[in-house]
C-alpha cells in the first residue's frame, strides 16, 4: 500500500494567492522528505530537501521565499506557494527515503493549476 | 555533461515484445540504482534496485547493471498494454538522489 501520502491532489487557485500541500510519511517517522516539481513530459526536478525541525535545503534557482517548507513533524511536511502565479503550475511530488539503498518512496503527487 | 543521460523516446512497441530501457552514467560514486514507473499525472513507483553489477529479475522485469560501463538497463518481457508508462532511472551515491529524464512507453494492443 501507499507510504506515502499528498493531499489535495489536484488545486486549481487564483493567481497571487497562497497553495498548501501536505505530504504525510504514512508508515513511519521521516526526518527527511524531499520535493520535486514536474513539468508535463518533463523529468523530476528536486526543489528542496525537508528536514524535520530545521530549515529546509533549497535547491539552486529555487526561490525559499516562495516555496516554503514546513517540516514540523516527523510524518508530515508542508509546501506552500505563495503569491502564486502561471507559471507555478506544475505537479508537485513529495517523496521520503527508505530501505537499504535509500530508495525514495514518492506520493502521489499533487496538481497545481493556477489561473 | 549531465550526470545522467536517457532517452526520452517516445518508444512504442507491439504487446509482447521485449522492451530494452538504458540510462547511462558519469559519475563512478554512484553505487545504487533504481528503476521507476510513472503512469501519466501519477507520482513515480519503485520498480527495482540494485546495487552491484548484474542482473536482477522480478517477474517480467530484469534490472542489469555494467559499473564498467557505467550503463544501466531495464528489460521487460512479453510487454503488455499496462506497461505503458514513463520510466525513469535513478542513481544514489550518497545522500543525492539523481533521476534521468524517462523515457516514455507505449505497448500497443
Known amino acids: 500500500g501507499a507510504v506515502v501520502s499528498q493531499h489535495p491532489s489536484w488545486v486549481i487557485c487564483k493567481s497571487g494567492t497562497s497553495v498548501k500541500i501536505e505530504c504525510r510519511s504514512l508508515?513511519?517517522?521521516?526526518?527527511?522528505m524531499f520535493w520535486y516539481r514536474q513539468f508535463p513530459k518533463q523529468s523530476l526536478m528536486l526543489m528542496a530537501t525537508s528536514n524535520e525541525g530545521s530549515k529546509a535545503t533549497y535547491e539552486q534557482g529555487v526561490e525559499k521565499d516562495k516555496f516554503l517548507i514546513n517540516h514540523a513533524s516527523l510524518t508530515l511536511s508542508t509546501l506552500t506557494v505563495t503569491s502564486a502565479h502561471p507559471e507555478d503550475s506544475s505537479f508537485y511530488i513529495c517523496?521520503?527515503?527508505?530501505?537499504?539503498?535509500?530508495?525514495?518512496?514518492f506520493g502521489p503527487g499533487t496538481r497545481l493549476t493556477v489561473l | 555533461q549531465k550526470e545522467v543521460e536517457q532517452d526520452p523516446g517516445p518508444l512504442s512497441v507491439p504487446e509482447g515484445a521485449i522492451v530494452s530501457l538504458n540510462c547511462t552514467y558519469s559519475?563512478?560514486?554512484?553505487?545504487?540504482f533504481m528503476w521507476y514507473r510513472q503512469y501519466s499525472r501519477k507520482g513515480p513507483e519503485l520498480l527495482m534496485y540494485?546495487?552491484?553489477?548484474g542482473n536482477k529479475e522480478d517477474g517480467r522485469f530484469t534490472a542489469q547493471v555494467d559499473k564498467s560501463s557505467k550503463y544501466i538497463s531495464l528489460f521487460i518481457r512479453d510487454s503488455q498494454p499496462s506497461d505503458s508508462a514513463t520510466y525513469l532511472c535513478?542513481?544514489?551515491?550518497?545522500?543525492?538522489?539523481?533521476f534521468g529524464a524517462g523515457t516514455r512507453l507505449f505497448v500497443k494492443a
Open positions: 559519475n563512478s560514486a554512484f553505487q545504487y
Open positions: 517523496s521520503r527515503l527508505a530501505g537499504d539503498y535509500n530508495e525514495q518512496f
Open positions: 540494485t546495487y552491484s553489477s
Open positions: 535513478a542513481m544514489t551515491g550518497g545522500f543525492k538522489t539523481i
Open positions: 508508515d513511519f517517522q521521516a526526518t527527511t
